[in-house]
């Protein structure tokens, strides 16, 4: 693994001209007609509705400079691993008991999904809450993400990622660590414990009700279901399948995709921001689960670092691994599910390894932005048995 080990200051400053071209670029969007009586239809895809409307919030509303500020608030780095740049916060508890705390985002997220968290997580004292919970907190963004780009060969997947932010973790001196992650940062944080179990004190992943539909196809199907469990099974696998798309179009042609995401506002737009609809809190109005400025800021970043076009990359290397996004191994770990089903704990811990496994009818996919409080504390409970 080459790589030069200088860790360099970064700071987030997107030219006065980008902002111009993104602007221009949404004034002269050209929006498709709408089938008459589709316009509040989820069904499709984003609704055409909502839409617009965030379209001409971003255009009109928004404020990057402001949201530039608060991610310019906490000490960020680049270094290169492997020959790829790879961009990070990197917070240090002013607590002397504090341990380090790998978490990895996952897809179409980024590290903005964290940001309020940094605060609480690093100084639990000045946030109301107990300093023996302190962590050092590093978040990485993925090979491909935001400002890990662009991308500087091919092959980056799960297992080279992984590998990388090892050596991350070894050059920012934290030999042991806890690690947390949800989506693909689920799939790094369980490979990390399985290659480097003499490291990894402890793992937590987020998720949600949507793994189910995943059962069969990318998680192996528990035995002795009855009939009304397997018919539960079967109608999670038959609304993922009419969620997948754009999972199969990057795994399969991600040149495709890259095009439109780059060139037009509007499809990084309607591609990031109808995740975060339908894979969030059901229970919540429209748009409502995610703060709009966070959903914004997080498209931003994905918008001026071209990072739709290279992160569709890294889900087809991904696909292409022949790797397997499960990696058993026997370091501690738990589990926070939001938007809990009744079958989540029979289909994901049915024989109970998983010693912390809580469930949350709140939240979904994109827990940390979505239901923060509850997420710290899942963090902060599992990861306290296992400090010192």
Do not use: C
Request: hydrophobic share 40%; aromatic share 10%; no cysteine.
């Amino acid at each position: 693994m080459t790589n030069t080990t200088q860790i360099r200051p970064f700071r987030i400053d997107i030219s006065q001209s980008e902002l111009d071209d993104l602007r221009q670029r949404l004034t002269r969007a050209r929006l498709p007609h709408v089938v008459p009586g589709t316009e509040g239809d989820w069904e499709r895809g984003i609704a055409p509705r909502y839409l617009r409307e965030l379209a001409e919030y971003w255009r009109d509303d928004f404020d990057w400079r402001a949201q530039e500020a608060r991610l310019n608030a906490y000490d960020q780095f680049t270094t290169e691993i492997d020959g790829q740049t790879f961009h990070f916060f990197h917070v240090r508890s002013p607590e002397p008991q504090a341990i380090p705390l790998l978490i990895t985002h996952g897809y179409p997220g980024s590290v903005v999904e964290f940001l309020e968290l940094i605060g609480p997580l690093t100084d639990p004292r000045s946030h109301g809450g107990d300093p023996a919970d302190a962590f050092h907190v590093v978040i990485p963004s993925l090979p491909g993400f935001g400002f890990s780009t662009p991308v500087a060969s091919t092959g980056w997947e799960l297992a080279r990622t992984t590998e990388a932010f090892a050596e991350l973790m070894s050059r920012l001196g934290y030999e042991k660590f806890v690690a947390q992650g949800g989506d693909v940062g689920a799939g790094v944080t369980g490979r990390l414990a399985a290659l480097y179990p003499e490291r990894v004190i402890a793992t937590h992943v987020n998720s949600d009700q949507g793994m189910l539909g995943l059962v069969g196809e990318q998680l192996p199907m528990p035995g002795g279901l009855t009939v009304d469990e397997l018919a539960g099974i079967e109608a999670a696998q038959g609304k993922w399948a009419q969620q997948k798309g754009y999972l199969v179009l990057q795994n399969t042609q991600p040149n495709a995709v890259a095009a439109a995401l780059t060139d037009s506002p509007i499809a990084q737009l309607g591609w990031i921001a109808e995740k975060f609809q339908v894979w969030t809190d059901p229970a919540r109005p429209e748009g409502a689960a995610v703060d709009r400025d966070l959903l914004l800021t997080n498209i931003s970043i994905y918008w001026f670092t071209r990072s739709g076009a290279s992160a569709a990359q890294f889900l087809w290397e991904a696909a292409h691994s022949g790797m397997d996004w499960v990696a058993p191994s026997g370091v501690p770990q738990g589990w926070a599910v939001f938007n809990t089903h009744p079958l989540m704990h029979r289909v994901m811990n049915p024989d109970g390894h998983i010693e912390h496994f809580t469930e949350y009818a709140e939240g979904g996919h994109f827990a940390a932005a979505e239901q923060p409080e509850l997420f710290l504390a899942d963090v902060r409970a599992f990861f306290r048995r296992y400090r010192g």
